[in-house]
T-cell receptor
Framework: GIQVEQSPPDLILQEGANSTLRCNFS?????LQWFHQNPWGQLINLFY???GTKQNGRLSATTVATERYSLLYISSSQTTDSGVYFC???????????FGSGTQLTVLP | DAGITQSPRHKVTETGTPVTLRCHQT?????MYWYRQDPGHGLRLIHY???????DKGEVSDGYSVSRSKTEDFLLTLESATSSQTSVYFC???????????FGSGTRLTVV
């Protein structure tokens, strides 16, 4: 099956700092999503981004499908950004999401 | 999330007992999924459905069964719960040509 690798596994920032999270995948995809799992366990859909660039406030994402990677940018981080960020992909051959292992982000006040 | 609810939110059960988790959607989406989340393993697919009475196995389906008799409901059953099935279970929905998958709030299941 498709492999999804996220880096870094852990990231600690001071409030106000910027960060970049990376997702590499091993095959072509129909769908790529970024999720934020908050400290209460909820999975929040951040971006649906199989290709191209999108922005939503302080967050933006870019997927380069031909090179099989995606980046999530967080600018001016806040303590409420803390949690786990997951990248998940849906390969061209199947209608099911495969998740990476996540990046644990901690933003310190 | 709006349009998808899981019940119960929390459950404690004894080893060997049957357990059924329910996922209900109001979005009329074709596809429904059950995932489990465990420390060190991320989210893994258990079973999914691509229509009423149409289901298939995922990566970690052993010990689980599913049923979908109506578009809006997808049930996950543990026929005889084991301690290894202690986990957080998430339901998700999606539709062809949509904007991705939407997840429910999860069910925390503890098997003692």
């Amino acid at each position: 099956g498709i492999q999804v690798e996220q880096s870094p596994p852990d990231l600690i920032l001071q409030e106000g700092a910027n960060s970049t999270l990376r997702c590499n995948f091993s095959d072509s995809v129909n769908n790529l999503q970024w999720f934020h799992q908050n400290p209460w366990g909820q999975l929040i859909n951040l971006f649906y981004i199989p290709s191209g660039t999108k922005q939503n406030g302080r967050l933006s994402a870019t997927t380069v499908a031909t090179e099989r990677y995606s980046l999530l940018y967080i600018s001016s981080s806040q303590t409420t950004d803390s949690g786990v960020y997951f990248c998940a992909v849906e390969p061209g051959s199947a209608r099911q999401l495969t998740f990476g292992s996540g990046t644990q982000l901690t933003v310190l006040p | 999330d709006a349009g998808i609810t899981q019940s119960p939110r929390h459950k404690v059960t004894e080893t060997g007992t049957p357990v059924t988790l329910r996922c209900h959607q109001t979005e009329n989406h074709r596809y429904m999924y059950w995932y489990r989340q465990d420390p060190g393993h991320g989210l893994r697919l258990i079973h999914y459905s691509y229509g009423v009475k149409d289901t298939d196995k995922g990566e970690v389906s052993d010990g689980y069964s599913v049923s979908r008799s109506k578009t809006e409901d997808f049930l996950l059953t543990l026929e005889s719960a084991t301690s290894s099935q202690t986990s957080v279970y998430f339901c998700a929905i999606s539709e062809s040509n949509s904007y991705g998958y939407t997840f429910g709030s999860g069910t925390r299941l503890t098997v003692v």
